[in-house]
């Protein structure tokens, strides 16, 4: 079992930068890849960023460019730093931990952009 918690969602101004964090807990050990899934209202989950033990990285072509995926592995802990934040990136972001044939979620973090 993988235990996440998110951290760092809120209000942000557009063009503004948010950086959001990701801690990991229990089994880590087996974790193959870490990132961000985004959801609207009404709307699925989708992919924003994702980052693979190897070092592969995978952004949605909405962000690129604008999001950044990074990871402390001394601190167990994957980061999102979104900059130049568009009032089309609110949304519930959940982090995620893939291992083989299992995917773990984070309770999920609020990100607000407007002014």
């Known amino acids: 079992q993988v235990q996440l918690v998110e951290s760092g969602g809120g209000l942000v101004q557009p063009g503004g930068s948010l950086k959001l964090s990701c801690v990991a807990s229990?089994?880590?050990?087996?974790?193959?890849?870490m990132g961000w899934y985004r959801q609207f209202p009404g709307k699925q989950r989708e992919l924003v960023a994702t980052l693979s033990n190897m070092g592969y990285t995978n952004y949605a072509d909405s962000v690129k460019g604008r999001f950044t995926i990074s990871r402390d592995n001394a601190k167990n802990t994957v980061y999102l730093q979104m900059s130049r934040r568009e009032p089309e990136d609110t949304a519930d972001y959940y982090c995620y931990a893939a291992e083989a044939g299992e995917v773990y979620w984070g309770q999920g973090t609020q990100v607000t952009v407007s002014s």
């Open positions: 229990g089994s880590i050990g087996s974790i193959v890849a």
